[in-house]
């Protein structure tokens, strides 16, 4: 019983003191991995990877990808800085490549390292739809999104070995609660974790998108597109890491006139599609 008792303070504890604010929604979120250690690391694989794939240089989309990179960064600077996290991207090593590859992907790294594959750009379609990809990426790394799933992948991990410890001895109990605990903390927590990490950048993104002078609207008609390409085999929502394409364009129509709003408080008044 005591110890049970003591696992549970130390929880407790872990989440108590390992928390940072979320400077777009305000909620506090887990943080076990500072980010002094996460950019470090983030920005060594980057240049790995960059090294390691062929990197366009030159071209008309090349530049695209770094002209549109650069208002995404400055529409996040600008609006932090309005909201009160003035220096909060004071670590970020902002870098925007294209690199040749087939795959229909983008992301950014923690600390503001952004890749785009050339596979997405028959899809991005034009500027204002690489913005839509973008915007939802970066709001990832400001949204420390990569840090709470190490966070939280840590915390599972804890979770598993105090229930270990509690029933250590019994050893069927422990084969059921480790198959149990497994599941449920994938599908009850982990799972819709991260889906509400997607939802959440989408909602980001539509903001940093908006400031920087683009249409939010797009970003419904680039996962229209998206949808299009989708197989047959996909799982269920609440199987998958990501909302479904149909709950993605919903929400990001309901959140469009909002976005535009807020820009608006920036001086933005027109957008372009």
Not at 16 to 43: D, E, H, R, Y
Not at 173 to 186: C, H, K, R
Not at 230 to 249: D, V
Request: proline share 4%; charged share 15%; net charge neutral.
């Amino acid at each position: 019983m005591k110890l049970k008792k003591s696992l549970s303070i130390l929880l407790l504890g872990v989440l108590v003191v390992a928390c940072s604010t979320n400077p777009f929604t305000g909620k506090q979120t887990l943080a076990l991995v500072p980010n002094s250690q996460i950019l470090p690391m983030a920005f060594q694989q980057y240049n790995e990877f960059l090294s390691e794939n062929k990197v366009v240089t030159g071209t008309a989309e090349a530049n695209m990808v770094k002209n549109v990179g650069q208002k995404i960064a400055s529409a996040a600077e600008r609006y932090l800085t309005a909201n009160g996290y003035a220096g909060y991207l004071t670590e970020y090593r902002w870098e925007y490549n294209l690199v040749n590859s087939p795959e229909v992907n983008a992301w950014c790294m923690p600390g503001g390292k952004i890749v785009v594959y050339t596979g997405i750009l028959p899809i991005t379609k034009d500027e204002a739809g690489l913005a839509a990809v973008m915007g939802h990426e970066v709001a990832h790394a400001l949204a420390n999104h990569g840090q709470q799933r190490m966070s939280a992948g840590q915390l599972q991990q804890l979770g598993a070995v105090a229930g270990n410890i509690a029933l250590s001895g019994d050893a069927q109990n422990q084969q059921i609660f480790n198959t149990a605990y497994g599941l449920g903390s994938n599908l009850g927590v982990m799972l819709p974790f991260s889906r509400s990490h997607e939802i959440e950048a989408d909602h980001i993104g539509l903001i940093l998108m908006a400031i920087a002078g683009y249409d939010p609207i797009v970003s419904a008609e680039l996962w229209q597109r998206m949808q299009a390409q989708e197989s047959g085999n996909k799982p269920p929502e609440f199987l998958s890491t990501h909302p479904s394409s149909a709950t993605r364009i919903q929400n990001i129509r309901t959140w469009a006139p909002e976005a535009r709003a807020e820009a608006r408080k920036f001086g933005v008044t027109t957008f372009k599609k």
